[in-house]
């Protein structure tokens, strides 16, 4: 995962960690265990994420696939 891009994608946002884990129906600590690769993002996860905070096809593989 590109941590830096995830980071300034929350910024352009305005979106929080808790946005995500609102958005995910998880809690902030689930959402970091994900981010830090401790559990697994889920395709069900992804499709959450790429639509709070409105990414392209792109930007989750730059993201999330590296």
Same mark, same amino acid.
């Given at each position: 995962m590109n941590?830096?891009?995830f980071k300034m994608k929350l910024l352009e946002m305005n979106?929080?960690?808790k946005d995500i884990?609102?958005?995910l129906e998880i809690s902030s600590q689930? $959402?970091?265990?994900k %981010?830090?690769?401790e559990t697994r993002i889920t395709v069900d996860d992804l499709r959450k994420?790429? $639509?709070k905070l409105? %990414?392209?096809d792109e930007e989750?593989?730059?993201i999330f696939l590296l």
């Open positions: 941590e830096t891009k979106c929080t960690v884990a609102d958005a689930a $959402v970091y265990k %981010l830090n690769g994420i790429k $639509v409105n %990414l392209t989750v593989s730059e």
